[in-house]
């Protein structure tokens, strides 16, 4: 009797420990969405809208579709007039099964100057600029530094959480010394052009900095 209570416990006890019939298996893992895939490279633009893509460093042409949402013919069309010709983008997409799909226009100038593709990609964030004077201001997700022409040519602000509402961002930055302790960068999600360059931004920046209110376009 002793042998045979001393084997039956062995035996609760291998499939307890192997998930035996009582045992309730893993569900399976999510697979993780795919995030954007991020590019920058030449479009060509045909007026009945279709789309052709070009990376940078490469020259294999890929068929973009661009939902209303993606903003990428609105930028097609505040750089060259029209849906037509060719330009230079950034953009998010979807690249799942070897179809690109437009998310989000992040920033559209003209050729006439040339491609942007040998310049490096900005490390920030957040950019915002303007014009007439010279103004910019970047985010790297700590820190908003403000730049100018004139004295003092950068003053940098520790960051507030950023605020989110609707299509309006606010950042705020604060620092502890000199006499300006403010700065806030608005963000409005709405085209934008610089007048300058015949670029394209997906955002209206407006700064205030002490007494002083600055206006020009932002990308993120």
């Known amino acids: 009797m002793i042998r045979a209570a001393a084997a039956s416990l062995v035996l609760v006890l291998v499939l307890v420990a192997c998930g035996g019939p009582s045992a309730t298996p893993s569900p ?8 954007p895939a991020r590019l920058r490279g030449s479009l060509l633009a045909f007026a009945d809208s279709t789309l052709v893509f070009v990376a940078c460093g490469t020259v294999t042409e890929r068929a973009v ?16 007039g029209a849906v037509r010709d060719s330009l230079f983008v950034e953009f998010t997409a ?15 100038s003209s050729l006439s100057a040339g491609t942007r593709c040998d310049r490096p990609r900005e490390p920030f964030e957040v950019v915002a600029m303007g014009n007439e004077p010279f103004w910019r201001v970047t985010f790297d997700g700590t820190q908003l530094v403000l730049e100018r022409p004139e004295p003092p040519r950068e003053m940098v602000f520790d960051a507030d959480p950023v605020d989110t509402r609707g299509t309006l961002t606010t950042i705020i930055g604060r620092r502890a010394l000199g006499k300006v302790r403010e700065l806030k960068l608005g963000l409005l999600r709405e085209s934008c052009s610089d007048g300058m360059s015949d670029a394209w931004y997906p955002y209206r920046a407006e700064v205030r900095v002490g007494d002083l209110a600055l206006h020009g376009c932002a990308r993120r």
């Open 28 to 35: 399976p893992a999510q697979a993780e969405a795919a995030s």
């Open 65 to 80: 579709m661009a939902p209303p949402s993606s903003q990428l013919l609105l930028a097609v069309t505040a750089v060259n």
């Open 94 to 108: 979807d690249t799942t099964g070897g179809v690109i799909t437009a998310r989000a226009t992040l920033f559209a």
